[in-house]
């Protein structure tokens, strides 16, 4: 699920160069690790998994994801907020660049393997439904029940890009009119949770008013809170706590309070590390770095090697956590591969494109 989206060096590009704060490093980097865990776990081992599959009384999959949308908001708002004026088409282009290439390429590679390995596998699905994929929205509108050539990306891909759409606005609202925007926010999430309805058959918690309240925070914290009072971070501690114990939230609202919550807690630890030894800031850097690629590549890598092993039921929990071992590494050495291939393949575009435009 990007990472965020967001790659590692987006703060790096701004023109005015800005201070790396390590706790949007780690937040992603959980956020990426969480997401593996939940797809190794679900649907192969939910009566054994490992580490957990339901902590804080959530799926660990809506943590992980509730996590991305914060980061998600606070990263675009740490480097596009400061701005006076957003230009729509430099802004716009950025994000398809960020997106688009490394999304292509691991879809073709993935699939040429599947096709090499079993065959065709979409059945009757309408050639044209490839639009879908070309735009990388075919996760999310496979959650509406229509037969699309998804493959990787999950459903979080294409609601990304539809915060990356309305970011501009939500920027305007978060910068101008803040509270006015959060009164607007909180009615559009009240108002969708009451209703109980959806939109095109989809889960609710895949609707964009439901979502809206995390990607929100993560704008607001970044532009008006900033650090977490030490009132605050253990107030969301024994929050953590007490839903652990007893579960008293459930639902989307359960995963709204539960990641808003454990990103504070979060930040407030990073807080208190301040300046990481090279121990933990070298493993963090380096999936929050690779974070797409991992969210793009693991899910994938994770079906194909259970298949070769169709009696995994039968093993110790020790070799459980070995293949979850081993299934890291192959996310990891294929993520490493992956970014590098498309940083390859976008400045030899890039650079044939300018050769063009030359003569």
Known sequence: MSESVQTHSE????????ERLFYL???RAFAAVLIVITHFNNPFLVDRPVFANSPFGIYIGSLGVSLFLIISGAALMYTQGDREKLNLVSFYRKRAKTIYPMFWI??????LFHFWRSGWLFGDTPKWRILLSLFAVDGYVANMHVATFYTLGEWFLGFILIFYALFPLLRKGVKEYPVL??????ILYVGT?????????LPQDLLFTVRLPEIAFGMYFVRYIKKVPNVVGAGAVVLLALQQWREFLTGNLAVTIVGIAFFLAMVWVCQYIGTPHAVLRMPTNWLSKYSYAIFLTHHVIIVDIFSYFARYHEWSQLQIYGLFLVDCILIG??????????????RTFSALGKKIRRR
Request: aromatic share 16%.
């Open 11 to 18: 703060y790096r590009s701004a023109p005015e160069r800005r």
């Open 25 to 27: 490093d780690a937040v």
């Open 106 to 111: 691991a879809f073709v590679v993935a699939n």
């Open 181 to 186: 925007t959060a009164g607007i926010i909180a």
């Open 193 to 201: 949770m009451l209703s109980g309805r959806t939109l095109f058959q």
């Open 333 to 346: 050495i294929a993520s490493w591969v992956l970014f590098y291939v498309e940083r390859y393949t976008v």
